[in-house]
């Protein structure tokens, strides 16, 4: 039963070429959907160009009933699944500065480092201005402290806060998503072209 | 010849494609492992690393770098590292494949290149210091924070993307 590595089904010592593997896949997903371009990502703002909405949402999706499933049939016992930790208004102030970030600088960390591995220098950039933000939030530690310690919630999830049932969620989440695909594809048919 | 290649190398996945194969790998990483996956683990760690080699003290007597470091090993011996390496390996097969590889720094016509490099730059900047706020960036907190119906993943989801749209018109110049 899954989680494998933590229930010791496959040793600890095969973590790290698991990683590099899982992180081959993931690298080639982004890159061969296109996020190793910064004007094809920031087109999700302006209207031209929807991928990032279309990949980021499908995969949610996809791996939000595939755990379910998985727990369902007895593979994967979700509860022994690391929870993303709630901290209120970090992941407010943290995802609105990120928001910023992005419009900006065109990336998100993950897509940047795609577009590095196919020379592109403004990528480049970006990691290396990723890397001064992580020091700067360091050397100000103190600062920041307040907002990345306070209004701490536990590992909960949306049935914990928002009091629904998982199943009807996860029903209602995808019935949003495709309504929000039919819309994206409708604004894209208005918008004026962007060739890049 | 020449335009036929220009043609292909901007022939990508079909977006629902590449989503239902990233949820299917985010599903695996989640049963091999337990955890989602990551991006902006990497580069903290690699920060930490240098700020240690310089300066040693320095790091210790810093709450936040001293958090991720240990004794007997060195910060870089983390999965997101591993990952990271191979989010590298990955992208550059992929982009080899499709005539994607080349040093060029991409633009909009309307703008210079400089005006890209300082917006990348700055971007980064913010990216990186709200990744750290929120504990995570749009693959550590976001989406495999929704996998498992983190509120805080979805929070930071929202956070970003509502952001986003919100600011979009000053920065319309860089793009459209």
Request: proline share 2%; net charge positive.
């Amino acid at each position: 039963m899954g989680p494998l590595i933590p229930n010791g089904v496959i040793p600890y010592e095969w973590s790290n070429i698991i990683a590099i593997i899982i992180g081959i896949a993931f690298g080639f997903i982004l890159e061969a959907s296109g996020f190793s371009s910064s004007r094809k990502l920031a087109g999700v703002f302006y209207g031209y160009d929807f991928a990032v909405l279309k990949v980021f949402f499908t995969a949610a999706l996809v791996s939000l009933i595939g755990i379910l499933y998985m727990d369902y049939l007895g593979y994967l016992d979700m509860s022994a699944l690391y929870v993303h930790p709630t901290y209120l208004w970090g992941a407010i102030i943290g995802g609105a500065i990120m928001g910023v970030g992005f419009v900006a600088g065109g990336f998100c960390p993950g897509t940047a480092l795609t577009s590095v591995a196919i020379g592109k220098i403004d990528a480049i950039i970006y990691v290396v201005g990723i890397m001064v933000g992580v020091f700067i939030f360091s050397e100000l530690f103190t600062l920041f402290q307040p907002i990345y310690e306070g209004s701490f919630m536990g590992n909960i999830t949306l049935m914990d806060s928002l009091g629904v049932n998982r199943y009807w969620f996860v029903f209602l989440f995808t019935a949003l998503a495709i309504v929000i695909f039919k819309l994206s594809d409708m604004i894209r048919k208005r918008t004026k072209k962007i060739f890049y | 010849m020449k335009t036929e290649k220009q043609k292909n190398s901007h022939m990508y996945w079909n977006p629902y494609f590449g989503g239902f194969l990233l949820g299917i790998l985010i599903l695996f990483t989640f049963y091999m492992t337990g955890r989602g996956l990551g991006a902006s683990g990497a580069m903290k760690s690699s920060v930490v690393t240098i700020v240690d080699t310089v300066t040693h003290s320095h790091a210790e007597a810093n709450e936040y770098y001293s958090k991720f470091i240990k004794d007997n090993e060195s910060p870089m011996n983390n999965w997101l590292v591993f990952e990271t390496l191979g989010v590298l390996i990955g992208a550059f097969i992929s982009g080899g494949l499709s005539n994607r590889i080349g040093w060029r720094v991409q633009h909009s016509p309307k703008i210079t290149r400089k005006r890209r490099l300082v917006f990348a730059l700055g971007g980064g900047i913010l990216f990186g210091l709200g990744a750290q706020i929120a504990r995570g960036c749009t693959s550590g907190a976001a989406l495999s924070g929704m996998a498992v119906l983190s509120t805080g993943g979805f929070i930071t989801m929202l956070g970003i993307f509502g952001t986003g749209y919100l600011v979009a018109y000053f920065f319309r110049k860089n793009w459209i």
